[in-house]
């Protein structure tokens, strides 16, 4: 466990085909054999498109899902970054700035892009975010990252896109939290935006879940 930047860093190790794989409770992972840091779902610019539609929410939001980013990379220090799809909400906007800026101060950190359904990304905004790669899926070995979870692919999967949640329940109250759900060929990760809903019906079958909360992660 780690305090970096008032972020506080709780971490799991798990293997998967003998590659160990460190989960944590800012719903991230890092790959220790590719110095990768791996999350999906921010949904940059989200916040903006609901003040745009004239539903007013403050950015704090954004910046705090960019102080736990900058949180791990201190605590990682990862030779890459990458966002296994929907990086962005709808676009290009004003909070898209914002992480344009934040991105540039890693610039030895090289930025990875699966691109998922909310990624519509032109010439010039591909620039503007300083890619180093944009694909829609990327190969590492036998594994496989991709942002939903394709039945026809062989090998491993890290996947995103569902935002999946657990539901504890307790005699006073039932409790949503977030999760990773691992099966035998798929890691399914949270969704790292703290600003999305959770999915708590469509999960891989047959999962072993890391349920996670502000100061521990929970394998259940």
């Not at 008032?6 to 190790?13: E, L, S």
């Not at 929907?86 to 290009?92: K, P």
């Not at 950190?109 to 899926?137: M, T, W």
């Not at 959770?198 to 521990?216: G, I, Q, R, Y």
């Amino acid at each position: 466990m780690f305090n970096s930047l008032n972020v506080f860093i709780a971490t799991k190790d798990i293997s998967i085909q003998n590659e160990t794989f460190t989960l944590t409770n800012q719903r991230a992972l890092f790959w220790q054999k590719e110095k990768a840091l791996i999350l999906s779902d921010l949904h940059i610019g989200k916040t903006a498109h609901f003040r745009k539609n004239g539903i007013a929410l403050a950015n704090h939001i954004m910046k705090s899902d960019l102080e736990r980013l900058s949180a791990l990379i201190e605590y990682f220090e990862p030779e890459k970054f990458i966002v296994v799809g929907d990086l962005l909400h709808a676009g290009d906007n004003s909070d898209v700035d914002e992480f344009c800026n934040w991105r540039n101060q890693y610039p030895h950190v090289q930025f990875y892009l699966i691109e998922g359904n909310h990624d519509r990304i032109s010439e010039p905004l591909e620039k503007k975010l300083c890619l180093n790669f944009k694909a829609v899926s990327l190969d590492f070995d036998s594994f496989t990252l991709i942002h939903d979870f394709n039945k026809k692919l062989p090998g491993f999967q890290i996947t995103g896109h569902i935002h999946p949640g657990i539901v504890l329940n307790s005699a006073v109250k039932s409790i949503r939290l977030p999760c990773f759900a691992l099966t035998a060929n798929q890691l399914l990760l949270p969704a790292f935006s703290e600003f999305t809903g959770l999915d708590t019906k469509n999960l891989p079958k047959n999962s072993t879940f890391f349920v996670f909360t502000d100061a521990e992660i929970y394998e259940i």
